[in-house]
């Protein structure tokens, strides 16, 4: 079936960019998702791509996609204290359900 | 951006009491989701539906029910809550013109 994996944990110093990467399984996906989670709280969506896209941009935020290789990175500029958050990546096609990788807590250290 | 509501934001319960956790989105999404979550753990999908009278058992095996009268409400319901259900309930929607899945707060539900 399909899958979405993450790797769980990322630290990084204030300032510096994170990058947090995924891959998925299902070829077929037509969206792809960054989700953050804080603390108690729900999933605030971030940014997402087309599957016919290569690269999307959203001020500190740049999401990479190479499709042969089946791999979605998010990348944040800068990171600040309140990037520290939990990062969900998910993908959906057509018809179906969304799938959730585990998410990647990012830890930003002062 | 997202007008979906989730209540209560917490509840704590006795084992064996009856629950519902309400949800409602404003946004006239035909298709939502119910997922639970441990604290910074996967989420699960639970409970699906892709419109009025359509409700669907998710990939993780749960002892609620659902149901789906109408198109902004899909509330989850624990007929008897034991401790094994605490954890926190995520209530979701899609709109399919953006594809785009929009959370509520979440409840965050502990069972003594």
């Known amino acids: 079936g399909e899958d979405v994996e993450q790797s769980l944990f990322l630290s990084v110093r204030e300032g510096d960019s994170s990058v947090i990467n995924c891959t998925y399984t299902?070829?077929?996906?037509?969206?792809l998702y960054w989700y953050k989670q804080e603390p108690g709280a729900g999933l605030q969506l971030l940014t997402y791509i087309f599957s016919n896209m290569d690269m999307k941009q959203d001020q500190r935020l740049t999401v990479l996609l190479n499709k042969k290789d089946k791999h979605l990175s998010l990348r944040i500029a800068d990171t600040q204290t309140g990037d520290s958050a939990i990062y969900f990546c998910?993908?959906?096609?057509?018809?179906?359900?969304?799938?959730f990788g585990p998410g990647t807590r990012l830890s930003v250290l002062p | 951006e997202a007008d979906i509501y989730q209540t209560p934001r917490y509840l704590v319960i006795g084992t064996g009491k009856k629950i519902t956790l309400e949800c409602s989105q404003t946004m006239g999404h035909d298709k939502m989701y119910w997922y639970q979550q441990d604290p910074g753990m996967e989420l699960h999908l639970i409970h699906y539906s892709y419109g009025v009278n359509s409700t669907e058992k998710g990939d993780l095996s749960s002892e609620s029910t659902v149901s789906r009268i109408r198109t902004e409400h899909f509330p989850l319901t624990l007929e008897s809550a034991r401790p094994s259900h605490t954890s926190q309930y995520l209530c979701a929607s899609i709109s399919e013109s953006n594809e785009k899945l929009f959370f509520g707060s979440g409840t965050q539900l502990s069972v003594l």
């Open positions: 998910a993908e959906f096609y057509y018809g179906q359900n969304f799938v």
């Open positions: 299902d070829s077929s996906s037509t969206y």
